[in-house]
């Protein structure tokens, strides 16, 4: 330990400052710990650009990283500023001249190369501050293309790492109480964060710079219907969206149709959609409930698809979202195209009986009885001769196509194979007769055509997954469906699903179920419905991750509804309830200037705690010298000698308790706390002391005039 008196001659920051550095328990980490601490923060943001970027962003931060290694394995010198100014200028024309990347993707192309070439520049405190700063923008500039729960974990764990790394670079310590700080900082910023996401406002729409299409968009449902597209769907695991239905709303599973986009193109099997259109044969009102039809709303959390249509029970009449519109066909469209997570509301006419929609009955559109340019003399036959036997009305067409096909050996299949004759269509109906649902709904609605019936092709999902713990549907992109419509004078569009006259199962099963039986190749029906029974009700490890997927299904929806689905229609009904709504359009001002008051005022209390509550050495230093100075003063007024500015501690107790022998217990018990407290004695507790020194000094009551 330090000569007590040498240590008090000091001034009272070199003493704490040298206090500090004698009691610090193990060595100060090496350069290499703090750079490659800032190598893994980095590493760790720049991971979700692999699914953002080309591949060529994460291979430079790769190089880049490599390099930085080599030249610390080596001993070599750092690239100078020529060449790391050649090496930004290259980048920056590759990503202008040669990738041509959109608005958000050129930005993250730029700050990856920033993050990447300041790698081959770390040397001192000042550029490891940079370098984190950057790692900050890189690893939250993930949430212009995804909000998903699974990344916002991930993020937060990399915020973590990357406030460790600069701590570790600022302060020289080791990697646990480096650790320890890091999270002391992060939570200190969580009431901020929460009270300014709250009452922050809202900005609708997006950010001029990152108005591209987002990479993390599904490739799901299209607009055309071309043989074979939708059968790739089948193999998507991925979700498509998430329905909630009221409780006091009950669909049955053949209900469960999810009108999408409508094709009203005819080209054989290939159907494709007309120019949008709005549709005003739609009612402003959803009306009510009864005579077959039932009204059912529901709250849809639609995954990003790079398109603009928005899917919804069959058939949706009124949305209350706003940018929707109902399009030519009866689909519900955004003005935008949806490039990130949509929420939206929508009430649905579900029909329990044949009961047309207000206006439906108007003579329908030339445009639902074009047919191909080319059509083979046999599919001619086959519908025209189904119009020449019809004797009572269109009806009788429908169920002669149905016929046909539940009669005629046709199989549905998940592999139905290409089709590349120059009459697809007419090898499908009378050769092959292997198809998906697309091939039916494109073949039955081609062959109403033929016959003189109006129809269209409809493309969505059918059925779903029902998740328990959350109440909700999930519908996968496996779960992609087609079928047709057809227009009946006096009843006006019907929907007609030529699939199910196939393979009935996978309508009334869903397509999770009976893709599973499909597999199972050759088994009796007893032996079929004990492995579905299977399937759907797992034991042991599947049940356990039947039930983990199910939970954080749930999580992930919660996430999209609270926080995602957070929006300025929400903060506006959230400052209303707060009083907020009778200041007109300073309602947002208020609420921010409320905010930010409160989280200050939560900051402050928060630094004051933790003032009172943890070990600060600077702070209790300034505390000990305080409490000692008033002592020496009162040993003045009491008439003792006055402490010289070089005389420490143990030679002014010596003196002081030869002039005021009276006190010397006092005065000895006094010097003792400090001196244990100050220099820190293994076996004294440093708050301990500081309060026993406080207590010491206030009971110190010498007699005046007792001096030798």
Known sequence: MPDANAMVAMSPHAATRATSAASRPGKPPSPGRALTWMSISLMLAVFPTFFYLPLWGPLFFAACATWRWWIERRGLALPNKWMRAALFSGACIFIVAVQRLDGSTSALAFLLVLVSLKLLELQNRRDYIVTALLGYFLVLSGF??????????????????????????????????????????????????????????????????????????????????????????????????????????????????????????????????????????LPPAPGESGNGVKLVPQRITLEPHQNRWLFALDRPIASATKDTFFASGGSLEHRRPVLHKLLYNVTSRVATSASPLPGELAPVSARYLQLPRTLS???????????????????????????????NNFAYTLAPGEYPGADPLDDFLFNRRRGFCEHFAAAFSTLMRVAGVPSRVICGYQGGRLNWLGSHLTILQSDAHAWSEVWLAGRGWVRVDPTAMVAPERVSLGAESFNALAQLGTLSATERLRELFRLNNPSGIRWAMKNFSMAWDTLDLQWNLRVIGYNFDAQGDMLRDLGFGRFGIFGGAMGLLLGLGIGTGMFALFLYLRSRSIERPGARAGALQKIYGRFCRAVARAGGPERAPHEGPLDFAARASLALPASAAPIAQITRLYVDTHYRRPDTDPEAGVRALRNAQRAFRPPRGNAR
Not at 241 to 262: D, H, M, S
Not at 263 to 275: D, F, I, R
Not at 383 to 401: F, L, M, S, T
């Open 144 to 281: 212009f293309f995804n909000q998903s729960l699974l990344l916002a974990l991930y993020t937060l764990t990399a915020l973590v790492v990357n406030t460790l790394a600069l701590t570790m670079a600022c302060g020289a310590a080791p990697a646990r109480p480096s650790l320890r700080l890091a999270l002391s900082l992060c939570a200190q910023t969580i009431p901020i964060v929460v009270i300014l996401f709250i009452f922050f406002p809202r900005i609708e729409g997006q950010f001029l710079l990152f108005s591209g299409r987002s990479r993390t968009a599904q490739a799901g449902m299209s607009d055309r219907l071309n043989p074979g597209e939708m059968a790739r769907l089948a193999e998507n695991e991925d979700t498509a969206f998430r329905a909630e239905i009221p409780g006091e709303f009950t669909v049955t599973p053949r209900e469960l149709y999810w009108r999408g986009p409508v094709l009203a193109q005819c080209n054989g099997l290939a159907w494709s959609a007309v120019p949008l259109q709005l549709d005003p044969t």
């Open 377 to 407: 003399p046999r599919v001619r036959a086959l519908g025209e001769g189904w119009r020449r036997a019809v004797k009572r009305g269109d009806g009788e067409v429908v169920v002669a196509a149905l016929e046909y096909f539940r009669a």
